[in-house]
């Protein structure tokens, strides 16, 4: 591990010990690109990672420079990271290493989260998918705010990237994007055995009747009309979270089953083993014998 990934694995370490989480991939990439003292401006970052400038500008810079001053109690900047951290390391010399393998995935240029070592929350883990940066913002807020584990996608590619990663309990995604359309990325996941159980809920400005039925035609299990209502966005993620949880405990139930049935016709099978090999009495040398 390099001195720059240390002290990206000690900012991780003392996040966790103070905020219960981690840093994201992209906030893993311009962090560490500062601590490399690269060159690279945000309007190069957002470009390699599929961002909007602006969005990348304007939200995860600056929430991830505040979030640095919470957690070492003095103004961070892309100026003093380095040396702040450096301090901190020399101060804890046993820092536990963090496992960085999967921090740069080509998928981490995405607007996605797909740390493994982020807790999911207990109430659920959602994927926005939508090519609108301010969308995606305005629903991780809302979801976040409820308890929900918020992970984000820019477009579709990344989306089925994301998902091959990790699935999450239910996608929102939208229609009219770039490369890949909504229609085509539920079918995808329907296609394959291992994501088409997933819930996916299309959100849409597009609000004729056909829409909803090719929407539903392709797999999709709720839809919501844009500009949406916090109180039915939520009511939907709940009803179809419900739903998930209740196909995946009818799964568990049903490979517990096999997996009885099976020892049962196991155990039959040495029972009729036995018997044939003579050694259980005969039902009419018990009648003789009484």
């Known amino acids: 591990m390099s001195n720059f990934e240390e002290l990206l694995a000690l900012a991780e370490e003392l996040m966790e010990q103070k905020m219960g989480n981690c840093l994201s991939d992209l906030q893993r990439t311009v962090l560490l690109t500062t601590?490399?003292?690269?060159?690279?401006?945000?309007?190069?970052?957002?470009?390699?990672?599929?961002y909007s400038p602006k969005y990348l500008k304007q939200d995860i810079a600056p929430k991830l420079w505040q979030l640095l001053s919470e957690i070492l109690d003095t103004k961070i900047t892309k100026s003093n990271i380095k040396s702040i951290l450096e301090k901190k390391m020399s101060e804890q010399p046993q820092v536990a290493e963090l496992s960085l393998s999967t921090s740069f995935l080509p998928i981490s240029s995405s607007p996605v989260d797909l740390?493994?070592?982020?807790?999911?929350?207990?109430?659920?883990?959602?994927?926005?998918?939508?090519?609108?940066?301010?969308?995606?913002?305005?629903?991780?807020?809302?979801?976040?705010?409820q308890g929900y584990e918020v992970q984000q996608a820019i477009n579709g590619v990344i989306a089925l990237q994301a998902i091959a990663v990790g699935s999450p309990d239910v996608v929102l995604l939208d229609i009219h994007m770039p490369q890949l359309d909504g229609y085509t990325v539920c079918q995808r996941l329907k296609a394959n055995p291992n994501t088409q159980d997933i819930p996916v809920i299309f959100v849409s400005a597009l609000d004729e009747a056909w829409d909803k039925v090719k929407a539903f035609s392709v797999g999709g299990s709720d839809y919501i009309t844009k500009p949406f209502k916090t109180v039915e966005v939520l009511a939907r993620v709940e009803n179809q979270l419900k739903v998930r949880h209740l196909q995946l405990?009818?799964?568990?139930?049903?490979?517990?089953?096999?997996?009885?049935?099976?020892?049962?016709?196991?155990?039959?099978?040495?029972?009729?083993?036995?018997d044939h090999q003579g050694f259980l009495p005969s039902s009419n040398s018990l009648l003789n014998n009484a």
Do not use: M
């Open 35 to 50: 601590l490399q003292g690269n060159r690279r401006t945000y309007d190069k970052i957002a470009e390699e990672c599929g």
């Open 115 to 145: 740390s493994p070592v982020v807790s999911v929350s207990e109430k659920g883990n959602i994927l926005l998918v939508d090519d609108q940066p301010e969308n995606l913002k305005l629903l991780s807020d809302l979801l976040e705010e």
């Open 249 to 274: 405990e009818v799964q568990s139930l049903q490979q517990e089953l096999k997996k009885k049935n099976y020892q049962l016709q196991q155990a039959l099978q040495k029972l009729q083993s036995i």
